[in-house]
């Protein structure tokens, strides 16, 4: 008798607080290049503020924007992190969803790098040769054909005879797209092959941005750390990491200079380095009275003492925005995104 | 025929047929020792790499410094005030922890050359001024005076003392200097840093990318002790009805056989369709929390029900049915026949099973993915039972994260969660040996 007693009571408890759960910590979901910096913050949020420590989810920007976009209310998450804007399409599923106030806020910026093993040759990189490695059809006589690049070497000679082996974020990291866009579309339009693709009529957009899939584009849907352990294991491996990332394992990767420029801190923010991408992170206006603490996280985050110069963010790796006033306004308006 | 005649089968002399079968026994034998072997040295290597990575972080560096907590940096009122106390931020700590540290150096005469003000604060940890501001703030009579404390050393440093990083790669290394770990090295014989046993790697929440070194496992052991509790409280009782039912009183019919087969099945559904399910039901549907342990637990109830009702419903048919007639035959009734006579008897395997079940479900990940739990939580849990509700985190997420997190020393702290993990299975999986053999009857 006594275990049905249990049982029943497990399952009143259950059904009494269902509706008293009202969170009282700031919920928290996306990218897994702005998980370490949103730790960095919430740990300290956590430790100077009387809100708890927010909670925090990583799995990538699509699916926290996906998360995000599941309704208004107490089960649904406050924020979204995002290594790249919101799409249109994204903000109509918000909207069908009810979740029509949003605030974007941008916190900085973020270098893609390139890497390989510290033991290894040290590259030179231009996007143009990224294009040639890794396309998956060429122009070659006039004609479409499959990429024969095997060799470093062979795209460009001033590159090390080194076997092509490319570890690329996966498509659901928002990586990937600043990839595409800045490095491997410049390169297709860099080296010409654009303008030869469309010479012969074949839709460039397409033809540009298509991966190899003979296994030297080798997709990563893990985090920094699976493509770190990749390179460990093939050591001709060129991986593409964040600027911080890198920064904490200099003892085992070098980074190869892009354009001739070395990415640092610095380079990004002067957009000598040409491969960096703005962070972001989406917030529920609609939450700002049902949580406490989420807008004083919010403003926490782009304070100047956070994500400013010098702050605990810039020591990680990230670059300071030098709009970041714009943003605190925003935020301290709630301008909402049109 | 003339052939059989002309040799005759003899006893004494060994055909070519026994030493045939003798061989192919010889040969299974070495084929089994083989395969034993093969899973003993996958074991060794298991158990060396994650031992020799990992046993570092029951290990921890910290510096032992005389702070003096300056009252115009932390209380310029002078008058106490909690609100104001509180609007101090660690940044303000950090400051006064660098000056004492710098003093502390400078008074021990320890040579400081190529290390500035700022190299020589970077081997306290970033955890350090919480640690001093919850002191403060707990006893604000300490302000303007002189304490003796015990902080965190940077996750670097501590690396280097347990050999993790040598002054060769510290060279290479953005976030530490060769000058650094050697101002480490004379700090540890003046007995101004020591290595101590980390007690904190239990009791402590998980910490930020910045702060290996103050990473623990407290909220996972909670999180997961929280939805343990909740297996056993529903998944028991329910799986051990469910096969009473079954075994003793159902009839034996097609829908019967139908449940049976589907119960074997979902005990094989992958752990993933659980955490989609307890998505859409206990979330979407119900309206719980998000990384709450409740959810949790109720999605790895279903996952280890069925594994319960199998084991159960295979002790209750090991109870021979000469104990059912007995009992029977003296005129007890069917119900009485069960609970007094056959449950008891089948208890030991009822309770190992359940065991196992549970130990099966403290080992799951995946289904913890979708419902929130595999986050970043650094507040404990409240007690139960509203504390269910609250968000926490469960040992195999935790070292799921720490997997993912880009400073190497998470390396150790992850491989030291599964030692965590691997003695807690082991001592639940003892406590299931130990209960089958202590109350085990064979007939």
Known sequence: MSRITLTTSALAILATSTAA?????????????????????AELFGENFDHPTPVIESGGSSAGLKKFCDGVGDNTIDIANASRRIKPAEIAACEVAGVSELIEVRIGYDGIVFASDIGGESFAFTPADW???????????????????????????????QEIVAFVPGTKHGTREVFDLKVIEQGCKDSGAAAELESLGADAGRHCTSLRTDGRAVEIDGDYTETLARIDSNTDGIGVFGLSFYENNTVKLQVATMNGVVPSAETIASGNYPVSRPLYFYVKQAHFDMVPGLKDYAEFFVSDDIAGPGGPLADYGLVPDPELAETQEILADEVLMN | MSDQAARPISLLKRSGHTARRHAAEARFRTCGLGAILIGLLALAMLLASVLGSGLGAFRQTYIHLPIHLDEAALDKSGNRDPKALK?????????????????????????????????????????????????????????????????????????????????????????????????????????????????????????SDQRPEAAGLGVAILGSAYMMLIVLALALPIGVAASIYLEEFAPKNGLTDLIEVNISNLAAVPSIVFGILGLAIFINFAGLPHSAPVVGGLVLTLMTLPTIIIATRASLKAVPPSIRQAAQGLGASR?????????????????????????????????????????????????????LFDPASALPVQIYNWTQRADPAFVERASGAIIV???????????????????????
Not at chain 1, 142 to 158: I, K, Q, S, Y
Not at chain 2, 348 to 367: K, V
């Open chain 1, 21 to 41: 759960a009202a969170r009282d910590q700031v919920q928290v979901a996306g990218s897994s290049t702005v998980l370490p910096y949103a730790t960095i913050v």
């Open chain 1, 131 to 161: 294009y040639k490695a890794l396309a998956a059809e060429i122009v070659q006589d006039g004609r479409l054909a499959p990429n024969p690049a095997t060799m470093w070497n062979e795209v460009n000679p001033d590159l090390p005879a």
């Open chain 2, 87 to 207: 609007k101090v931020t660690t940044i303000s700590y950090g400051k006064v922890i660098a000056a004492s540290l710098n003093d502390t150096v400078l008074q021990a005469g320890i040579a400081t050359q190529g290390l500035t003000k700022d190299d020589i604060a970077g081997i306290i940890s970033r955890e350090a001024p919480a640690q001093v501001r919850d002191m403060v703030l707990s006893d604000t009579d300490l302000i303007g005076k002189t304490i003796q404390v015990r902080l965190l050393a940077n996750g670097r440093i501590d690396g280097y003392l347990k050999g993790r990083i040598t002054a060769a790669t510290a060279a290479r290394d953005s976030n530490v200097s060769p000058a650094q770990l050697q101002l480490a090295d004379v700090m540890m014989e003046r007995g101004l840093m020591s290595l101590d046993f980390n007690a904190a790697f239990l009791t402590a929440p998980d910490a």
């Open chain 2, 335 to 387: 119900m009485q026949a069960v609970f007094h006579h056959v449950l008891p008897l089948a208890a030991p395997g009822i309770l190992t099973g359940a065991i196992l079940g549970l130990a099966q479900a403290l080992g799951e990940t995946a289904p913890l993915l979708l419902i929130g739990m595999v986050a970043f939580v650094r507040e404990y849990p409240g007690a139960p039972p509203e504390g």
């Open chain 2, 421 to 443: 993990l691997l003695a807690f299975l082991l001592f639940m999986n003892a406590g299931a040996i130990l209960l089958r053999r202590r109350f085990e009857r064979r007939w």
